[in-house]
């Protein structure tokens, strides 16, 4: 689909011109040129044959429909299942053009202003609901075509709690498609032999560190993601802040970014770092080194559930050799995590989301998504996908060879985790200038970069949290004045 908008795109990150429709495009020097003319034959004495009677013109093909996708699921192997899924569903839609196009999640915003810039705004997007209040408030989505696909799907069939989370004040905002709990994941083997406690607090984390890393096996005791350009490492954060009773605002609608107690979660964060591998540390580092038994502890998704198993994908397609005999048999996780103020479990709802002006079609597909090409998509990582119907969880639960591997205790924990899951943008009592200002400070990858400037010695946790605070305000200062 090509077609511009009007509409400022998210005003707090960048400032755009605003964009018309295009013109239609001039002619070319062909078709200006004058039609040449044939010249008549002479008239004959011979009156004119009638012409034989003509067959009806045919009917000319109905325009094709053009629905661009884009998709946060960008692993070589999952945007072929997607594709193969739009070939599948362009074979008995002959008059729809379904392209899938991957992107990079953390850099969406930037990447949906580019696209609009072009006039080449998707018309469907998979992307996790921390962005979507963002898109909203910028006048972006197209709320009612999500719930046209719930009323098709039947919102009697979703999970209990997914509509409310991807719902503002009584107005559905996406269409909710699969989700993920965040855990750490620690080598059970390995705190059992030294009679370490199980890391579900902030003492047993800081326990754990500290023995592991004086014993020198494994290398580290932790890889913590410090990296700057990334989202995984304010995933971490913002479990560890909520542990803390961490909150980007009170209930009287003010900034709170600068609170004691961010600046204890900050530095206790930050400390972590004296167990983790020196340098900037992202998700494919925490992973790779876990499966290489190079750390004890990491924190990730329920995606790794199935990297245990077969060793998680390298950039170039190959996979990495999982080099600890039965690793999942001896790694435990623990989803809750308990600081000094609290006790919080972190996880995301991804959505399939309308953009503004998207194509009427694009509604079909993404309900084919959710149902014919459900259990395709959930198999690319059966256990980081945890269905959102109730009529795909059994289908789900037996898709994989990856299930057998772990019990059932653990499996019903996982698929069970929208019941528990928290983060920021999830509070029910956030207006929709508060969630939209949350998605705003992931985009701007605000948290990851004074983690490393913590961790580097450029900021103290106090001097973070004031710049935090001021950044933040000023965020929502813009999203306020928005309509």
Request: hydrophobic share 45%; with cysteine; glycine share 6%.
């Given at each position: 689909?090509?077609?511009?908008?009007?509409?400022?795109?998210?005003?707090?990150?960048?400032?755009?011109?605003?964009?018309?429709?295009?013109?239609?495009?001039?002619?070319?020097?062909?078709?200006?040129?004058?039609?040449?003319?044939?010249?008549?034959?002479?008239?004959?004495?011979?009156?004119?044959?009638?012409?034989?009677?003509?067959s009806a013109p045919p009917t000319?093909?109905?325009?094709?429909?053009?629905?661009?996708?884009?998709?946060?699921?960008?692993?070589?192997?999952?945007?072929?299942?997607?594709?193969?899924?739009?070939?599948?569903?362009?074979?008995?839609?002959?008059?729809?053009?379904?392209?899938?196009?991957?992107?990079?999640?953390?850099?969406?915003?930037?990447?949906?202003?580019?696209?609009?810039?072009?006039?080449?705004?998707?018309?469907?997007?998979?992307?996790?609901?921390?962005?979507?209040?963002?898109?909203?408030?910028?006048?972006?989505?197209?709320?009612?075509?999500?719930?046209?696909?719930?009323?098709?799907?039947?919102?009697?069939?979703?999970?209990?709690?997914?509509?409310?989370?991807?719902?503002?004040?009584?107005?559905?905002?996406?269409?909710?498609?699969?989700?993920?709990?965040?855990?750490?994941?620690?080598?059970?083997?390995?705190?059992?032999?030294?009679?370490?406690?199980?890391?579900?607090?902030?003492?047993?984390?800081?326990?754990?560190?500290?023995?592991?890393?004086?014993?020198?096996?494994?290398?580290?005791?932790?890889?913590?993601?410090?990296?700057?350009?990334?989202?995984?490492?304010?995933?971490?954060?913002?479990?560890?802040?909520?542990?803390?009773?961490?909150?980007?605002?009170?209930?009287?609608?003010?900034?709170?970014?600068?609170?004691?107690?961010?600046?204890?979660?900050?530095?206790?964060?930050?400390?972590?770092?004296?167990?983790?591998?020196?340098?900037?540390?992202?998700?494919?580092?925490?992973?790779?080194?876990?499966?290489?038994?190079?750390?004890?502890?990491?924190?990730?998704?329920?995606?790794?559930?199935?990297?245990?198993?077969?060793?998680?994908?390298?950039?170039?397609?190959?996979?990495?050799?999982i080099a600890v005999a039965e690793?999942?048999?001896?790694?435990?996780?623990?989803?809750?995590?308990?600081?000094?103020?609290?006790?919080?479990?972190?996880?995301?709802?991804?959505?399939?989301?309308?953009?503004?002006?998207?194509?009427?079609?694009?509604?079909?597909?993404?309900?084919?998504?959710?149902?014919?090409?459900?259990?395709?998509?959930?198999?690319?990582?059966?256990?980081?996908?945890?269905?959102?119907?109730?009529?795909?969880?059994?289908?789900?639960?037996?898709?994989?060879?990856?299930?057998?591997?772990?019990?059932?205790?653990?499996?019903?924990?996982?698929?069970?985790?929208?019941?528990t899951m928290k983060s920021w943008?999830?509070?029910?009592?956030?207006?929709?200038?508060?969630?939209?200002?949350?998605?705003?400070?992931?985009?701007?990858?605000?948290?990851?970069?004074?983690?490393?400037?913590?961790?580097?010695?450029?900021?103290?946790?106090?001097?973070?949290?004031?710049?935090?605070?001021?950044?933040?305000?000023?965020?929502?200062?813009?999203?306020?004045?928005?309509?």
């Amino acid at each position: 689909m090509n077609r511009w908008l009007v509409l400022p795109l998210f005003t707090a990150l960048l400032s755009l011109a605003a964009c018309g429709r295009p013109s239609e495009p001039p002619p070319t020097a062909e078709s200006a040129q004058p039609t040449a003319v044939t010249p008549l034959p002479p008239p004959t004495s011979a009156p004119p044959t009638p012409a034989p009677p003509t067959s009806a013109p045919p009917t000319p093909a109905p325009p094709t429909v053009d629905v661009d996708f884009w998709t946060s699921d960008n692993e070589p192997s999952r945007v072929a299942v997607y594709r193969a899924l739009a070939e599948r569903y362009m074979a008995a839609h002959p008059g729809v053009q379904v392209t899938i196009v991957p992107f990079v999640e953390s850099s969406v915003l930037a990447q949906l202003e580019a696209a609009q810039a072009a006039g080449q705004l998707p018309d469907l997007i998979r992307l996790s609901m921390e962005w979507v209040p963002a898109l909203d408030s910028s006048g972006l989505l197209d709320s009612a075509a999500a719930q046209a696909v719930v009323e098709a799907v039947g919102a009697s069939d979703f999970r209990s709690g997914v509509l409310a989370m991807a719902t503002d004040r009584g107005r559905l905002l996406a269409v909710p498609y699969d989700g993920w709990i965040q855990a750490l994941w620690y080598r059970r083997d390995l705190f059992e032999a030294s009679g370490l406690n199980r890391p579900i607090s902030w003492a047993d984390l800081n326990q754990a560190c500290d023995t592991i890393e004086a014993s020198g096996t494994p290398a580290f005791a932790l890889v913590l993601p410090t990296f700057s350009n990334q989202s995984y490492t304010h995933q971490i954060f913002e479990q560890v802040a909520m542990s803390n009773n961490v909150w980007p605002f009170d209930a009287a609608g003010t900034v709170t970014m600068d609170t004691p107690e961010m600046v204890e979660a900050l530095r206790f964060f930050s400390a972590l770092q004296r167990c983790s591998p020196p340098g900037p540390q992202d998700l494919y580092s925490a992973r790779e080194r876990y499966e290489l038994g190079e750390t004890a502890m990491l924190f990730y998704s329920t995606y790794i559930m199935d990297d245990l198993v077969e060793g998680s994908e390298n950039a170039d397609g190959g996979k990495v050799t999982i080099a600890v005999a039965e690793l999942p048999a001896k790694t435990g996780f623990t989803a809750s995590l308990t600081g000094p103020n609290g006790t919080a479990s972190y996880g995301r709802l991804e959505t399939l989301s309308f953009l503004a002006g998207a194509e009427p079609a694009a509604q079909e597909v993404a309900r084919f998504f959710l149902q014919e090409g459900y259990l395709d998509i959930l198999a690319t990582a059966p256990l980081g996908k945890v269905p959102v119907l109730e009529s795909a969880l059994e289908a789900w639960s037996t898709s994989s060879p990856i299930f057998a591997v772990y019990s059932p205790a653990t499996l019903g924990h996982i698929a069970n985790g929208f019941a528990t899951m928290k983060s920021w943008v999830l509070r029910p009592d956030y207006s929709l200038a508060q969630k939209a200002t949350i998605g705003v400070i992931e985009a701007r990858l605000l948290l990851p970069q004074v983690i490393e400037q913590i961790v580097a010695g450029e900021l103290t946790p106090e001097s973070a949290a004031r710049q935090l605070q001021a950044e933040v305000e000023a965020i929502y200062q813009i999203r306020l004045k928005q309509p």
